[in-house]
């Protein structure tokens, strides 16, 4: 097998953001674009020359041409195994799973995550790290310096792999094994949580479900794990095949995205009890009940509470973390237990260190993501698999489960405002003012709600004590109410501004209002100190969540 060295010229765009580099599937297209940004992941994993790779996507448009480039500069890159997924499938958790259970040096994730994918939608690269996580920001960091020089990659001239059949094959001296994408994420779940007394749940009728895979990477895990293991009932999974564009979705497990499920959930005498949806890439969660939807935020503080009645936590947890913007819910079951809660920056790659520090069991977002000490992922089906075994043990829908808790520790109202694609410049200023007047912020009054605090929040790594500042601008008021202002990292379009607002409520008499409306003085107080639409020339945020 020859092995080629191709001249190139560096690109100044692959800076990766929360979660990887992330571009419109035209860029990747773009001559020695893919090959340029994987020689630069290469060259600095120095740990996969002679090392194992996993590597898989999410199935979206481009996924199978990037494995094959992938696989042939892993070939020249004297990489000495590869198990890449049948039809090139792999979920986001599924990765972490094989990386940690086969200590692999790493992996290479092909998705965009929840942004749309076919021609011209969006694709993606992450590269994941031995513990199974997504590499730590020194790396993303030092990638992109050397994609900013690169002049060269080395590339084997080798035939494409077939990766339709689980087989194992060579090419030159690298081994590539087509594995069986399911086996190894389903075998841990059922590890985790109690199958048999799901199972008899589904048996018995009491329980129904329906999952909505999107029509992206879960259709696989799910078939095998609901319909296969746990026996679920007939029609518990919508858009399971995985298709190149997603059929035509957007896989990102919202309401208002996920339209079909929420109907289904919706129908009345109909309707199956339990409902649920993953993304692009399998690593969300949206868990509903009928005509009930459960906040992430809450869903994270609901596990919390109670994961010491499944198998795989009976231990109890050690500790949590959330990420700045999500609601602190989770704080007030933490001070309950006696356990520390962290808050991190925005991306999953934060809770690497606390989860192999042993200081948290679990973790989660606001943006539909949580997960556990099982891998170093966000994990939408063990999301979904942690509600039914809960419920199991319980016997109570979502809504009464997640009502109790609201009685017992408070509600946090909450929601998510975003701005998508406005004008770089705006955004950055925007956030600017914000900064330059944190300090004087407090102390202030707006309408009946006093600022105690408004900073830009700068989080200190306790294991390691790496620094990362600028991580958005809190407020927090005297109630305890909050509002969070930060730019996303994942959006390929101009900037999108996110505001996070949340109002904690204690009074059960309080806890049946509309999310919208017991936040309203807040969502007014949010547009007046930071003059969104003034600035940003919007009356309304393109979507609420
Ligand atoms: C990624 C990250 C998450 C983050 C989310 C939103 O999720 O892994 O940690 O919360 O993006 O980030 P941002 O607010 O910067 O857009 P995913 O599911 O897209 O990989």
């Known amino acids: 097998m020859k092995i080629e060295t191709i001249s190139t010229n560096s690109y100044a765009d692959q800076k990766p953001g929360t979660s990887g580099l992330r571009k419109k599937v035209s860029v990747f297209q773009k001559p020695h674009y893919l090959e340029n940004f994987v020689q630069s992941i290469f060259n600095i994993a120095t740990e996969l020359n002679n090392g194992v790779l996993v590597l898989g996507g999410d199935g979206r448009y481009y996924n199978q041409t990037a494995i094959q480039v992938i696989l042939k500069i892993a070939a020249a890159n004297n990489v000495k195994h590869v198990m890449v997924g049948q039809d090139g499938i792999l979920s986001t958790p599924a990765v972490s799973c094989l990386i940690r259970k086969y200590q692999t040096a790493g992996g290479i994730i092909l998705s965009a995550s929840h942004n749309p994918g076919g021609p011209t939608g969006d694709f993606g690269i992450k590269f994941n790290i031995a513990n199974g996580g997504p590499a730590p920001t ?14 060269q990659y080395t590339i084997a001239n080798a035939e494409d792999i077939d990766l339709s059949q689980q087989h194992t094959c060579h090419m ?47 259709g696989p895990y799910a078939k095998e794990i609901f319909e296969n293991r746990l026996s679920a009932n007939v029609n518990a999974l919508i858009n399971s095949i995985p298709k190149e564009d997603f059929g035509g979705g957007h896989p990102d497990p919202n309401l208002a995205h996920a339209k079909e499920l929420v109907a289904r959930l919706n129908a009345g005498l109909n309707a199956p009890m339990f409902g649920a949806a993953s993304d692009g890439d399998g690593d969300r969660n949206m868990i509903i009940g009928q005509k009930f939807f459960v906040n992430p935020s809450d869903s994270l503080a609901i596990m919390t509470a109670n994961a010491h009645l499944l198998p795989g936590y009976k231990q109890g947890i050690c500790g949590v973390a959330r990420s700045l913007p999500t609601s602190r819910a989770v704080d007030k079951v933490a001070d309950a237990l006696g356990i520390e809660c962290y808050e991190t ?64 520790y408070g509600r946090h109202y909450y929601t998510r405002h975003d701005y998508e694609a406005i004008d770089s410049n705006v955004a950055d200023e925007l956030i600017q003012n914000m900064r330059n007047k944190a300090e004087s912020l407090a102390g202030t009054n707006y309408s009946d709600y006093e600022i105690v605090l408004c900073d830009d929040f700068s989080y200190t790594d306790p294991v390691d004590n790496s620094i990362t500042s600028q991580q958005g601008i809190r407020i927090l008021f005297k109630d305890e109410s909050r509002i969070v202002f930060r730019l996303s990292g994942t959006g390929t379009e101009g900037a999108t501004l996110r505001v996070y607002i949340e109002r904690y409520v204690t009074n059960p008499e309080q806890h049946n209002l509309d999310t919208q409306a017991a936040l309203a003085p807040l969502i007014q107080i949010a547009d007046e100190v930071a003059e969104i639409k003034t600035r940003c020339q919007r009356e309304t945020p393109d979507v609420i969540t």
């Open 172 to 218: 030159g001296k690298m081994k590539i094994s087509v594995i069986d994408p399911v086996a190894d994420y389903a075998d841990l779940m059922e590890e985790l949580f109690d199958f048999k007394k799901i199972k008899s749940l589904f048996a018995s009728g009491l329980l129904t479900m329906c999952f909505d895979a999107m029509h992206a990477v879960t």
């Open 345 to 408: 920056p925005t991306g999953w790659k934060y809770f690497g260190n606390l989860l192999d520090d042993n200081r948290i069991t679990l973790c989660g977002e606001e943006s539909f993501g949580s997960g556990s000490n099982h891998i170093r992922e966000k994990d939408g089906i063990w999301a979904v698999l942690f509600w039914l075994n809960l419920i199991a043990v319980k016997q109570h829908s979502v809504e009464e489960i997640t009502r109790s808790h609201w009685k017992q």
């Open 138 to 151: 020194t790396f993303t960091d030092a990638v992109y310096e050397d994609s900013k020089t690169i002049k």
